[in-house]
């Protein structure tokens, strides 16, 4: 059974040749009653039968050495056949005797080591087998004997693997024994101490022992243990004791009463202290990870500094309560990440239950559900087919389609306005309500005005600099409010009108004289972003609507942005780097006279005034999140993020402004409150920087920046839902290039809103209307009442001939949709070279408009996108998982696109794509997630026959031409599984419900590629938006005819058998990126020392053994029995192993094998004394 040497001896070969030697020795009435038991079975037997010393030892001898040279399989064999109760039972047969034979005891302790080690029941075994507290006696009676000594206790580590075991031993003073027999520094016998510490630390692995420890006071005497040992250790020769004693102090501080009086007992000072000692010396550097692990682990928890866990934005809803108040509520792990994107912190038990979580039940899988409302309330959603109803009258006119298309969209609006939600306020409504809001809603920005209001005049827009597009100016302001500061502070108020006269004449003036500004702005600068225009930007910003009411302009989303001009590589991680920044927190703790710890940004504090010396912050913009900022150090600034309206959780997205920055210095900013268990920023991301200095000097560009980046778990805690304990540090450190420059901070490329509605009217006026069918209308208001856009795209027929009409009105259908988490700024990216392609004069792009309908939304969640949030909506819930019953007044937009796909459905336009776009924060590259019935089985290990299971492979239609042309995908990252946790998203509900086999989502990735010719770069936006034109181009592959567009020579422009794009994905199919090179988590335990395990050590005292019992103590008894032991070993071993190993057997792996027996060490037992 298992092979052994390099000729054809087997272990059960031996074993039988063994059974029959053994049976001719032990005499005929023997052989019958084990004739018919395994060679093995044999030796556990007379094993466990009292026998003589001298068989007893041969047998030890014969299992030793057959364990040694195998492998773990033959141990685990072993212990199958009931190995590890026929060692106990020996060894309670020999140790209760009235005088011990210690030759026996020690070899079988040693043996019981190295099997009890691999034997996960062997605390019970022993427990049952009443060894448990016959091996304590034992090494109470022999703690002078430093082999036996250790032999015992090796194996009560062994038996600590059980919780109750170890219980028993603490309970029967086992842990005061133990802690007795590690000294201060010596020299002297350090396997025997080592083995102590070891055996110690096994017994804290419980509550209870911990407890004992704490309350007698021994985590002080570990701790002078192992200043003891690290001062005296100059020469490194007793660095496994000093790994030893951190792994005592690992174990006790995984409980709260451990971790306090580690922290009391001055542990986190000294742990510092001999860290930086070791730094200094690379041959330490195995103790410098166990001490920076449990400095982190140790550290005191921290609240955040807020006065509550809520978001700092409440947002009454429709049928609830208008306060929301903090509840103690565990975050719901399963939800966190985009579709098909694993988030819990256990990844290794989520990887077991991968399989479990995946769909079974066929008839779930293959039958439709009924729909979730009646067939009679569908017809609503024909006026979002305008292709349908639409003449064409204008089609050989030159005539206002710009007018048509706005009449369109106006009827349209009013039609819906019958399903909003939240009534249409006006301008001045709004702006009544927003100057009597209380002030936890108010916008800091308004202080900021006010503050800069009373500085002096409003600058000249000629004699503009960067410094003045701070938040702090009303320059970007779209409040007439905020306007009339700047006017009064200039002396420019018009007294003598009634108060209404005068607001209305104000308002009119105060925006000529704004627009004056930003025209002379624009034309001194001369911006010119493709598909953007300012002043239309500033037209939309106006009508948005947020909770805090934003008046202000982030600079970057109004000037535009152009991609970079070169690639931009991952960042490389500097060796050590969490390590480093570990330390520089726990010094923070130590050294508290460095630390300013002072508030210089609050969001939610409107008077409050920011210090001059320090940078300033800001973040009440739309689709800006900056809580607060704390400035820790003079360069070090702690960042806390808000999290999502309306609850506690889901913070990650940040974007914000940093201003009063002195250039060429390193500040280092950590986000302290991040909530994902890891992150892209360990594997090469960065986040983005616009510097408006830059901008106006003509380099407008989103940049990634920052270095010493990483991603670790941190000791903050909420400030009142204790239940959540864990948070993450996301640190990096930004030099900037300017003095005094404005410069803008975000997780990624920021696409808010307001830029969606200002891009749909710059794509509406660049179209031919006779050619592209472009028509923008209102799917539903959200809650918050911002219209959710949908957008139709088709080619214009050529005429109005009946033939060309009916080619157009059956024309396939494809839904796309976006940005339902409003975190995921890289789907809108995506969506928009999506938009701009299929608007675009491209031969392909015409091509798919005559083959196809494009029903777009590219915005799925307005509201959570214009306030800033990660995951969630108004109501609190991920919306893409309410696809199943989605509420028609809390997730209307959820709502209203399941009817439409519900009425085309209905009317036999059922979608032949339907794609969903997301990113992805855990991956690198793009890939899809599709559905299949037959993968799904297979994967899961269903029992199902799905042979006579017929599926279309059309699913994998569009992902393998996407491998083949698009350089940023992934083909090998992507799959078909559906998911029980996954089955209320829109990729499973789509498929299932409507019938679509195309349904996709498309994850793109946050940070960038290791594959293909953008591997080790960092995906832009140009990458991005390049990324949305390439899926375009896959859907030619769903095309009948192909010679088509063959004929139209579009071959030139793709091929989709043989692109020179081809970049041969990687063949991996791992969901997530491998471990960081740096602990994410704390670690638990510390750390195996290389080249130490308990095999090793147990080895080394059995060569010892062989002549420990030689001192003037050993009594009678074991003189007699080693005499016997010293025949045996040169006559009856030497036998026994030509029985064993006859011919079939080399010289040289006899040698091999008896190589530890001959060998000797000079340490030996004297007078009840150990000596060396």
């Known amino acids: 059974m298992f092979a052994y040497g390099h000729n054809n001896f087997t272990w059960n070969g031996t074993l039988r040749?063994?059974?029959?030697?053994?049976?001719?020795?032990?005499?005929?009435?023997?052989?019958?009653?084990?004739?018919?038991?395994?060679?093995?079975?044999?030796?556990?037997?007379?094993?466990?039968?009292?026998?003589?010393?001298?068989?007893?030892?041969?047998?030890?001898?014969?299992?030793?050495?057959?364990?040694?040279?195998?492998?773990?399989?033959?141990?685990h064999y072993m212990i199958s056949k009931g190995g590890s109760e026929a060692l106990l039972t020996a060894l309670v047969n020999s140790g209760r005797s009235f005088c011990p034979n210690y030759t026996v005891l020690l070899q079988l302790l040693h043996l019981l080591a190295k099997v009890g080690h691999r034997d996960r029941r062997i605390g019970m075994k022993a427990e049952e087998a009443g060894a448990v507290l016959l091996t304590l006696n034992l090494l109470k009676h022999n703690v002078k004997h430093a082999k036996r000594a250790a032999a015992c206790l090796w194996v009560i580590q062994v038996f600590s693997s059980s919780v109750s075991t170890a219980n028993l031993i603490g309970q029967n003073h086992g842990l005061d024994v133990i802690f007795r027999l590690i000294p201060q520094y010596t020299t002297k016998h350090l396997h025997t101490i080592k083995a102590a510490i070891n055996a110690f630390a096994a017994l804290l692995s419980t509550k209870a022992n911990v407890g004992s420890v704490v309350s007698e006071g021994y985590i002080s005497g570990l701790l002078r243990l192992?200043?003891?040992?690290?001062?005296?250790?100059?020469?490194?020769?007793?660095?496994?004791?000093?790994?030893?004693?951190?792994?005592?102090?690992?174990?006790?501080?995984?409980?709260?009463?451990?971790?306090?009086?580690?922290?009391?007992?001055?542990?986190?000072?000294?742990?510092?202290?001999?860290?930086?000692?070791?730094?200094?010396?690379?041959?330490?550097?195995?103790?410098?990870?166990?001490?920076?692990?449990?400095?982190?682990?140790?550290?005191?928890?921290?609240?955040?500094?807020?006065?509550?866990?809520?978001?700092?934005?409440?947002?009454?809803?429709?049928?609830?309560?208008?306060?929301?108040?903090?509840?103690?509520?565990?975050?719901?792990?399963?939800?966190?990440?985009?579709?098909?994107?694993?988030?819990?912190?256990?990844?290794?038990?989520?990887?077991?239950?991968?399989?479990?979580?995946?769909?079974?039940?066929?008839?779930?899988?293959?039958?439709?559900?009924?729909?979730?409302?009646?067939?009679?309330?569908?017809?609503?959603?024909?006026?979002?087919?305008?292709?349908?109803?639409?003449?064409?009258?204008?089609?050989?006119?030159?005539?206002?389609?710009?007018?048509?298309?706005?009449?369109?969209?106006?009827?349209?609006?009013?039609?819906?306005?019958?399903?909003?939600?939240?009534?249409?306020?006006?301008?001045?409504?709004?702006?009544?309500?927003?100057?009597?809001?209380?002030?936890?809603?108010?916008?800091?920005?308004?202080?900021?005005?006010?503050?800069?209001?009373?500085?002096?005049?409003?600058?000249?827009?000629?004699?503009?600099?960067?410094?003045?597009?701070?938040?702090?100016?009303?320059?970007?302001?779209?409040?007439?409010?905020?306007?009339?500061?700047?006017?009064?502070?200039?002396?420019?108020?018009?007294?003598?009108?009634?108060?209404?006269?005068?607001?209305?004449?104000?308002?009119?003036?105060?925006?000529?004289?704004?627009?004056?500004?930003?025209?002379?702005?624009?034309?001194?600068?001369?911006?010119?972003?493709?598909?953007?225009?300012?002043?239309?930007?500033?037209a939309a910003a106006t009508k948005t609507k947020s909770i805090p009411g934003f008046s202000i302009l982030a600079f970057p989303d109004f000037w535009g942005h152009l991609p970079p001009p070169g690639p931009e590589s991952m960042a490389p991680r500097k060796p050590n780097i969490q390590r480093q920044k570990v330390i520089e927190d726990v010094q923070r703790f130590l050294n508290t006279d460095e630390i300013i710890n002072q508030v210089v940004f609050d969001l939610e504090d409107s008077s409050f005034q920011c210090p001059s010396e320090s940078l300033r912050f800001f973040s009440n913009f739309e689709c800006g999140n900056l809580r607060k900022a704390v400035q820790v150090r003079r360069c070090e600034y702690d960042l806390i993020l808000n999290a999502d309206a309306n609850c506690s959780q889901h913070a990650q997205w940040f974007y914000f402004e940093v201003s009063n920055m002195v250039a060429d210095v390193p500040y280092r900013f950590n986000v302290i409150n991040c909530e994902k268990s890891n992150s892209q920023f360990n594997y090469g991301m960065q986040p983005v920087l616009y510097s408006v200095r830059e901008a106006l000097e003509g380099r407008p560009h989103w940049v990634r920046t920052g270095t010493e980046i990483c991603y670790f778990r941190n000791h903050f805690c909420p400030a009142q839902d204790r239940r959540r304990e864990t948070f993450y540090t996301l640190t990096f450190t930004i030099t900037f290039k300017h003095n005094e420059d404005v410069c803008y901070l975000a997780y990624h490329y920021p696409y808010t809103y307001s830029a969606l509605k200002s891009h749909l009217k710059v794509l509406e006026k660049s179209l031919d209307p006779a050619k592209v069918f472009f028509r923008q209308q209102i799917l539903c208001s959200t809650l918050a009442g911002n219209p959710c856009p949908v957008v139709t795209i088709t080619a214009c027929p050529a005429?109005?001939?009946?033939?060309?009409?009916?080619?157009?009105?059956?024309?396939?259908?494809?839904?796309?949709?976006?940005?339902?988490?409003?975190?995921?700024?890289?789907?809108?990216?995506?969506?928009?070279?999506?938009?701009?392609?299929?608007?675009?004069?491209?031969?392909?792009?015409?091509?798919?408009?005559?083959?196809?309908?494009?029903?777009?939304?590219?915005?799925?969640?307005?509201?959570?996108?214009?306030?800033?949030?990660?995951?969630?909506?108004?109501?609190?819930?991920?919306?893409?998982?309410?696809?199943?019953?989605?509420?028609?007044?809390?997730?209307?937009?959820?709502?209203?696109?399941?009817?439409?796909?519900?009425?085309?459905?209905?009317?036999?336009?059922?979608?032949?794509?339907?794609?969903?776009?997301?990113?992805?924060?855990?991956?690198?590259?793009?890939?899809?997630?599709?559905?299949?019935?037959?993968?799904?089985?297979?994967q899961s290990g269903s029992t199902v026959d799905t042979v006579g299971l017929k599926e279309d492979p059309g699913y994998r239609t569009i992902p393998k031409t996407l491998d083949r042309i698009a350089p940023a995908f992934s083909f090998n990252s992507c799959n078909y599984l559906v998911e029980k946790s996954r089955s209320a998203t829109a990729r499973v509900v789509v498929w299932r419900e409507m019938g679509v086999l195309r349904s996709y989502t498309m994850e793109s990735t946050y940070n960038g590629c290791d594959q293909g010719i953008y591997k080790g770069l960092q995906t832009g936006t140009r990458e991005l938006q390049e990324m949305g034109l390439k899926f375009c181009h896959s859907l030619l592959s769903l095309t009948k005819d192909m010679r088509a567009l063959h004929n139209r020579r579009l071959i030139n422009h793709v091929d989709l058998d043989h692109s020179v794009l081809d970049h041969k994905s990687h063949n991996c199919f791992e969901d997530d990126e491998p471990p960081c090179v740096e602990e994410v988590?704390?670690?638990?335990?510390?750390?195996?020392?290389?080249?130490?395990?308990?095999?090793?050590?147990?080895?080394?005292?059995?060569?010892?053994?062989?002549?420990?019992?030689?001192?003037?103590?050993?009594?009678?008894?074991?003189?007699?029995?080693?005499?016997?032991?010293?025949?045996?070993?040169?006559?009856?071993?030497?036998?026994?192993?030509?029985?064993?190993?006859?011919?079939?057997?080399?010289?040289?792996?006899?040698?091999?094998?008896?190589?530890?027996?001959?060998?000797?060490?000079?340490?030996?037992?004297?007078?009840?004394q150990m000596t060396s």
């Open 799 to 938: 005429s109005r001939a009946w033939k060309d009409m009916h080619q157009l009105r059956n024309r396939p259908c494809i839904v796309l949709t976006g940005r339902v988490h409003p975190g995921e700024s890289n789907a809108s990216w995506v969506m928009k070279g999506t938009l701009e392609f299929l608007c675009s004069s491209d031969l392909m792009a015409q091509s798919l408009r005559e083959a196809f309908v494009f029903k777009i939304i590219p915005m799925l969640n307005p509201d959570g996108v214009i306030n800033g949030m990660n995951r969630c909506d108004l109501n609190t819930e991920d919306l893409n998982r309410q696809w199943c019953k989605p509420d028609p007044v809390l997730s209307p937009t959820i709502y209203h696109t399941k009817g439409f796909l519900y009425f085309l459905n209905s009317i036999g336009r059922t979608p032949l794509v339907f794609c969903d776009f997301h990113g992805h924060s855990r991956k690198k590259n793009v890939f899809l997630y599709g559905c299949s019935v037959k993968e799904t089985l297979w």
């Open 17 to 75: 040749e063994l059974e029959g030697n053994w049976n001719e020795k032990r005499g005929p009435q023997m052989t019958a009653s084990l004739s018919s038991s395994s060679g093995l079975e044999v030796l556990l037997s007379t094993l466990q039968n009292e026998g003589d010393v001298e068989s007893t030892l041969n047998v030890l001898s014969v299992l030793d050495e057959l364990l040694s040279a195998g492998t773990d399989r033959r141990i």
């Open 226 to 538: 192992y200043e003891d040992w690290h001062s005296h250790d100059t020469q490194h020769a007793a660095v496994a004791i000093r790994h030893a004693l951190l792994r005592c102090l690992h174990k006790v501080t995984n409980r709260t009463a451990g971790r306090q009086s580690f922290i009391s007992q001055g542990g986190l000072s000294l742990l510092y202290r001999t860290t930086q000692e070791c730094l200094l010396n690379k041959g330490l550097e195995c103790l410098v990870e166990p001490s920076v692990q449990l400095m982190r682990k140790c550290l005191p928890k921290t609240p955040l500094p807020l006065i509550s866990d809520q978001s700092a934005y409440t947002f009454p809803l429709p049928g609830r309560p208008p306060a929301v108040p903090d509840v103690d509520v565990a975050p719901d792990e399963s939800s966190e990440e985009s579709d098909g994107e694993e988030t819990d912190e256990n990844q290794e038990a989520e990887s077991r239950d991968f399989d479990d979580d995946l769909e079974t039940d066929l008839n779930k899988l293959r039958l439709r559900p009924d729909p979730d409302r009646p067939k009679e309330l569908l017809p609503q959603y024909g006026r979002l087919c305008p292709e349908l109803s639409h003449d064409f009258k204008d089609l050989d006119l030159s005539s206002e389609p710009e007018e048509s298309s706005a009449s369109s969209s106006s009827s349209d609006e009013d039609a819906v306005l019958l399903n909003s939600l939240s009534p249409h306020s006006s301008r001045r409504d709004k702006r009544r309500s927003n100057s009597s809001s209380d002030s936890s809603t108010s916008s800091s920005g308004s202080h900021c005005e006010m503050e800069r209001s009373t500085e002096g005049h409003a600058p000249d827009s000629g004699q503009l600099e960067a410094r003045d597009f701070h938040s702090y100016s009303s320059i970007l302001s779209t409040s007439p409010g905020s306007r009339t500061m700047v006017r009064e502070a200039s002396g420019e108020a018009s007294p003598g009108l009634r108060e209404d006269e005068q607001c209305d004449e104000e308002e009119g003036a105060e925006e000529s004289h704004h627009r004056t500004m930003i025209d002379r702005l624009l034309e001194r600068h001369g911006a010119c972003i493709p598909h953007h225009e300012p002043k239309l930007y500033c």
């Open 1081 to 1168: 988590e704390y670690s638990i335990d510390c750390p195996t020392l290389k080249g130490t395990d308990l095999d090793s050590d147990v080895n080394r005292n059995m060569a010892r053994a062989d002549d420990e019992e030689d001192g003037d103590g050993d009594d009678e008894g074991h003189r007699g029995a080693k005499q016997r032991r010293s025949s045996i070993g040169q006559s009856q071993q030497s036998s026994m192993r030509s029985r064993l190993f006859p011919h079939l057997m080399s010289q040289a792996s006899i040698e091999t094998l008896s190589e530890k027996r001959n060998s000797c060490n000079a340490a030996s037992i004297a007078n009840g």
